[in-house]
C-alpha cells in the first residue's frame, strides 16, 4: 500500500507565496501521473494542477502563471509552488497520484488527506 502525506498549508496574505508537498510512501511499485486538487467550502472538488512522471505539466486557468507544479522522482514527492496568492485560492489541497502496487497490476488513485490553504489578510 502506498500513503500519500500533504505538508506546507497554513495561513498567508493575499499576494503572499506557498510550497506544498506531497510525500509518497510505503509499497508500490510505481507512480504515475499526478495531481493536485482543491476544496473551498460549499464548492465541488477541482483540478487545480497535473504532473506526469516525465515531468509534463498542464494547470487549471485560474492559477496559470502563479502556480508551478513539480516532483522528484527520485524522492517521490510532488511540490506545489503558489505564489501571487488570492482570497479565491483558499481551500483544502489534495495531492493525487496514479498508482501501481506492484507489476503488472493496474494503476490505481491513492489520496492524500489534505492541508488547509487559508489567504486572507
Known amino acids: 500500500q502506498v500513503q500519500l502525506v500533504e505538508s506546507g498549508g497554513g495561513l498567508v496574505q493575499p499576494g503572499g507565496f506557498l510550497r506544498l508537498s506531497c510525500a509518497a510512501s510505503?509499497?508500490?511499485?510505481?507512480?504515475?501521473?499526478m495531481r493536485w486538487y482543491r476544496q473551498a467550502p460549499g464548492n465541488q472538488r477541482e483540478l487545480v494542477a497535473g504532473?506526469?512522471?516525465?515531468?509534463?505539466?498542464n494547470y487549471a486557468d485560474s492559477v496559470k502563471g502563479r502556480f508551478t507544479i513539480s516532483r522528484d522522482n527520485a524522492e517521490n514527492t510532488m511540490y506545489l509552488q503558489m505564489n501571487s496568492l488570492k482570497p479565491e485560492d483558499t481551500a483544502v489541497y489534495y495531492c493525487?497520484?496514479?498508482?501501481?502496487?506492484?507489476?503488472?497490476?493496474?494503476?490505481?488513485?491513492?489520496w492524500g488527506q489534505g492541508t488547509q490553504v487559508t489567504v486572507s489578510a
Open positions: 493525487n497520484a496514479d498508482v501501481v502496487s506492484d507489476y503488472p497490476t493496474a494503476a490505481s488513485g491513492a
Open positions: 504532473i506526469t512522471s516525465g515531468g509534463s505539466t
Open positions: 510505503g509499497s508500490f511499485f510505481i507512480i504515475h501521473d
